[in-house]
């Protein structure tokens, strides 16, 4: 298979390799400051990452989990539109959903920094609501951080469901409503099942990156809304504490591969790859 | 994320006008409902291009301080000059160029990857298509963090070099799996034509397989450079020095963020539309000729 090997070595090599050498920094352990961490079967950092870092893994999880089911929420029925009223204008539809997406993931979240903050064009309708005070923000809220995940992420929701959608044929609701069925029955029994595919599919790839991240809380939260991301990055690139932010990737990584493979058990991985 | 939609499907029958005919308290009721979707999906449009306004308005914004963030006053001087601030800028040429090359490379072990997975049955094709999605499916913070230590555990100097390779690894996932998807139904059996009519097999390879596959290539060229020329999380773990674009975007920020930074990423936004627009116009007048 001399095709396949040079992409499989260099997946080995640099992606399967490095993953073992985390799982072996995660079970060493540094006697004293400044001493390079040995391989000791140290399963403190562990407990450590479950006792110290729980907040910021309940954030994680709540935000990415949050920001999931907005995603569907909004791009089901965008998918939904595009698919059946977009007509000969579908695949323009499609490309400006992606458009947004040509702008760098960084400058866009700087931009809603721009649209949200306290002299921004929003903030002041924001504080017309009755049960906010004069002093509300958008900026530095866990909100604005779920908003900023959904937003950046929203694409890898709308693009699979797009496509199980385009898949049926739509007919079968024709069937269903010659057959005496309401257009909600016939959607809920019929498009909503066939449709389920895409609906997982874009919720792993907007859990995953999301969960994972720390741009978001890092722009538009607070010291109060920092995530996993935000202590393994900490942790290794200024704290250099590398068997703690080792131990803190992996159950992120286990937590994460653990609903891929039960993913890809019940669905293929043809889905993921869109 | 095939945007430009490479492999419409079939349209198998017009959408029955289901409005034809009126009265019937259902068919208003499914009428007013179609309306609020529509006007649900305009706003949601409006959400999904709000900081694109932003960012292009504040291109003719002159920033009272030293961060474009807040309105001032209209200008067109930072238009005058896009290229003002110099580490901006070669960040931004540097970015190109780790693309460049890790783009190129990825196209070639992917693509590669992708023929031999969509074309031969062997053992252990399953496990190979796994592994090929777990690097997409890996937070990005993880690959970054596992790379970081192989490359301190070697004792690499981190830099242009740790940073295309990075790069490459979740490109080529990315290709395989892009082109793979494009040549799935491909008639094989056309190799086989092209040889017996005695076409030696680079030549077949030449004529008739590498065009029936470029579609595919472009499409995970032009989406590979893109996430490519984004990434912050796994360059973060592995640039050492070397700074990229976004790198650079950040580390400036808490003391600037110029207006060009605006009207760079604006430039990205008018070329990647006009990519977009000539590769869909190219797949539509294919599907054409290929029909």
């Known amino acids: 298979m001399g095709m396949l090997s040079p992409g499989v070595i260099w997946l080995l090599l640099f992606f399967l390799v490095p993953v073992l050498i985390l799982v072996k920094a995660s079970l060493s352990s540094t006697p004293r400051r400044f001493i390079p961490p040995t391989f000791s079967w140290d399963w403190s950092n562990y407990t450590a990452a479950f006792s110290q870092y729980q907040p910021q893994f309940v954030r994680s999880f709540g935000y990415a989990g949050t920001a999931t089911i907005l995603a569907i929420l909004i791009g089901y029925p965008l998918a939904y539109w595009i698919a059946t009223q977009g007509g000969r204008f579908k695949n323009l539809l499609i490309g400006l959903v992606v458009v947004p997406f040509f702008i760098s993931y960084l400058i866009r979240t700087i931009a809603w920094t721009s649209i949200l903050s306290d002299n921004g064009p929003f903030v002041g309708l924001y504080r017309l609501l009755p049960w906010v005070g004069s002093d509300g923000r958008l900026l530095a809220t866990p909100w604005a951080v779920i908003g900023g995940l959904t937003y950046n992420f929203i694409s890898f929701m709308i693009l699979p469901i797009y496509v199980s959608l385009e898949k049926i044929d739509f007919r079968l609701t024709e069937a269903a409503a010659d057959l005496g069925s309401t257009a909600w029955h016939a959607f809920r029994k019929v498009v909503l099942p066939l449709s389920m595919p895409g609906v997982f599919a874009g919720s792993l790839l907007v859990f995953i990156p999301a969960a994972g991240d720390y741009i978001n809380t890092y722009y538009l939260g607070s010291a109060k809304t920092t995530m996993i991301g935000t202590v393994v990055q900490d942790q290794f690139l200024k704290q250099q504490d590398y068997p703690q932010a080792a131990a803190l990737s992996m159950v992120l990584m286990v937590i994460i591969t653990t609903m891929v493979l039960i993913y890809s058990k019940f669905l293929g991985t043809e889905g993921l790859a869109v | ?291």
């Not at chain 2, 291109?59 to 030293?66: A, E, H, I, K, Q």
């Not at chain 2, 693509?111 to 796994?130: P, Q």
């Open chain 2, 1 to 291: 994320m095939t945007m430009s939609g490479g492999a419409a499907p079939p349209v198998l029958v017009e959408t029955p006008d289901l409005d034809a005919g009126t009265g019937g308290p259902q068919r208003i009721q499914r009428r007013w409902g179609r309306r609020v979707l529509t006007g649900f999906c305009v706003l949601v449009f409006l959400w999904l291009f709000a900081p694109l306004i932003n960012i292009v308005a504040f291109t003719f914004n002159r920033p009272l301080g030293r961060r474009n963030l807040t309105w001032n006053e209209f200008t067109l001087e930072n238009w005058a000059q896009p290229f003002k601030d110099v580490t901006l800028t070669s960040a931004f040429l540097r970015s190109l160029l780790v693309s460049a090359v890790a783009v190129s490379i990825a196209l070639v072990l992917g693509s590669l990857m992708a023929i031999a997975l969509a074309r031969y049955r062997f053992s252990g094709s399953k496990v190979t298509e796994v592994f090929l999605v777990l690097p997409l499916t890996t937070p990005e913070i993880v690959m970054g963090a596992s790379l970081y230590q192989l490359f301190l555990n070697r004792n690499v100097t981190l830099g242009f070099s740790t940073i295309v390779i990075a790069h490459i690894m979740f490109c080529v996932s990315f290709v395989a799996l892009t082109v793979k998807a494009r040549v799935r139904g491909f008639d094989w059996t056309l190799e086989d034509a092209a040889m017996d009519l005695g076409s030696s097999p680079w030549r077949t390879f030449r004529k008739v397989t590498f065009p029936l596959i470029l579609p595919g290539i472009l499409a995970a060229a032009l989406l590979s450079f893109a996430l490519s020329l984004d990434d912050y999380i796994i360059t973060d773990f592995t640039k050492g020095e070397y700074v990229t674009f976004p790198i650079q975007v950040n580390n400036q920020f808490k003391i600037s963020f110029p207006p060009q930074v605006n009207v760079l990423a604006t430039m990205i936004l008018v070329v990647s539309v006009l990519l977009l627009v000539l590769t869909s116009l190219r797949e539509d007048r294919s599907s054409v000729v290929g029909r």
